[in-house]
């Protein structure tokens, strides 16, 4: 992940707490943002190419992108991002036909989200009751 440095006019850097935020927290238009330099590698790995195709599934590549970022240790990258989600692909299987495949790892991620908050809700009603 990229960061940001202010320098003082003798060209050291200067530490401050804004010095190291991520590129997502940059305003939209300085800097191409995280979630722009992932999303065509995201298509690509899914079969989507083109700005037209990539903007009609951009809430399913966030999501998708979110869980990808969650199963990357170290900073995230390009080839990072890409083999969590062809992995994620390859592990589903084959989408059934005339289904992209985004849907289905789009839909997969969701329930598997949703599995997790369940356990978590029936662990924490257990705790309560034992």
């Known amino acids: 992940m990229s960061q940001i440095r202010e320098v003082n006019e003798q060209g050291e850097v200067v530490e401050n707490?804004?010095?190291n935020k991520e590129i997502k927290n940059i305003p939209e238009g300085?800097?191409?943002t995280q979630k722009q330099l992932f999303e065509p590698v995201i298509g690509n790995a899914l079969g989507i190419e083109g700005e037209t195709e990539l903007s009609k599934y951009r809430e399913q590549i966030d999501t998708i992108?979110?869980?990808a970022l969650t199963q990357i240790?170290?900073?995230p990258t390009m080839e990072k991002i890409?083999?969590?989600v062809r992995d994620l692909d390859m592990r589903i299987?084959?989408?059934?036909?005339a289904e992209k495949r985004?849907?289905?790892v789009h839909r997969y991620?969701?329930?598997?989200k949703e599995k997790a908050e369940i356990e978590k809700k029936l662990e924490e009603y257990n705790q309560l009751w034992a």
């Open 17 to 19: 707490e804004a010095t």
């Open 30 to 32: 300085s800097l191409r």
């Open 65 to 67: 992108l979110g869980y």
């Open 73 to 75: 240790e170290g900073e």
């Open 82 to 84: 890409s083999w969590v």
């Open 93 to 97: 299987g084959a989408s059934p036909f």
């Open 102 to 104: 985004i849907h289905k």
């Open 109 to 112: 991620i969701k329930l598997n």
